[in-house]
C-alpha cells in the first residue's frame, strides 16, 4: 500500500488500485511496448483524475468544519472519510457535488491549455506523442466518469445529492429514481462498450440501492 499526505490530508492507495486502473488501462490485451505505454498513461491519468475529485470532497469537507479527513484509493476508485464530522444537508450537498465538479474543472484547464498548442488549420500539436495522449486520456476520463458519477444512483456522488435533496423521508423515492436510472445507464453502457466490467459495476450499484430499498420498507 501506498501512503503519502497531501495538503496535509493523508492518502493511501491500495494495490487493488493500480491492478483496476491497469485492467481498464487494456493491460490484458497489451502487448507491445506501445500498447503497455498506453495502459501507463491511462493509469497515470486515472490516478491523478481520481485523487483530484477525492481532494474536491476533502478540501470542502474540511472548510465545513471536518475535524480531519483521509482520502483512499482503492478496486471501486476512490473515497473521502470525515471521521467524527457532522454536516448541514446543504453542507453535504455542496461537499458531494465538490468532487465532480473539481474534476469537470481538471478537464477544463487541460481543455484550454491544450488549445494553445494546438494547431487549427492541420489539427496537429507539437507535443510529444505521450503528452499528447495524457491530456486527451486525462480530459476524457474527468468527463466522462463526472457524467457517470452525477447521474442520480446511488451510492454515487449523484445519488448521494438526490439523497440530501429530497430528505430522509423519501429514502424510497430516491431509491427507485437510482433503478430506472441504473437501468437506463447500464442499457446504455451495454449498447456502447458491451463490457462486463461495467455490468458488474452496475450490479454493485443495483445492490446497495436494493438493500437500502428494503431496509427503508421494514
Not at 492518502?11 to 511496448?33: E, I, R
Not at 505521450?130 to 451510492?155: D, E, K, Q, R
Amino acid at each position: 500500500m501506498l501512503r503519502f499526505t497531501i495538503f496535509k490530508i493523508p492518502v493511501s492507495v491500495h494495490g487493488f488500485f493500480f491492478l483496476l486502473t491497469a485492467f481498464l488501462g487494456g493491460a490484458l490485451s497489451a502487448q507491445s511496448p506501445a500498447q503497455w505505454q498506453q495502459v501507463l498513461v491511462f493509469m497515470a491519468a486515472a490516478f491523478i483524475s481520481i485523487l483530484i475529485h477525492e481532494l474536491g470532497h476533502a478540501l470542502t469537507g474540511l472548510r465545513f468544519g471536518a475535524p480531519s479527513t483521509q482520502i483512499s484509493l482503492h478496486s471501486m476508485g476512490g473515497a473521502a472519510a470525515f471521521p467524527g464530522a457532522r454536516f448541514s444537508r446543504k453542507q453535504r450537498i455542496l461537499m458531494t457535488a465538490a468532487g465532480p465538479g473539481a474534476s469537470i474543472a481538471l478537464a477544463t484547464v487541460f481543455i484550454i491549455l491544450s488549445t494553445f498548442v494546438i494547431d487549427i488549420d492541420s489539427r496537429t500539436t507539437n507535443l510529444p506523442p505521450l503528452v499528447a495522449s495524457f491530456i486527451g486520456t486525462l480530459i476524457t476520463i474527468n468527463l466522462f466518469w463526472s457524467f457517470i458519477n452525477l447521474c442520480p444512483i446511488l451510492p454515487m456522488d449523484g445519488g448521494q445529492i438526490l439523497r440530501d435533496v429530497l430528505g430522509p423521508n423519501r429514502i424510497k423515492l430516491t431509491c427507485i429514481i437510482s433503478f430506472v436510472t441504473l437501468g437506463l445507464l447500464a442499457f446504455l453502457l451495454w449498447n456502447l462498450t458491451h463490457s462486463i466490467y461495467n455490468m458488474v459495476i452496475m450490479a454493485f450499484l443495483g445492490g446497495y440501492t436494493w438493500n437500502l430499498f428494503r431496509q427503508a420498507t421494514r
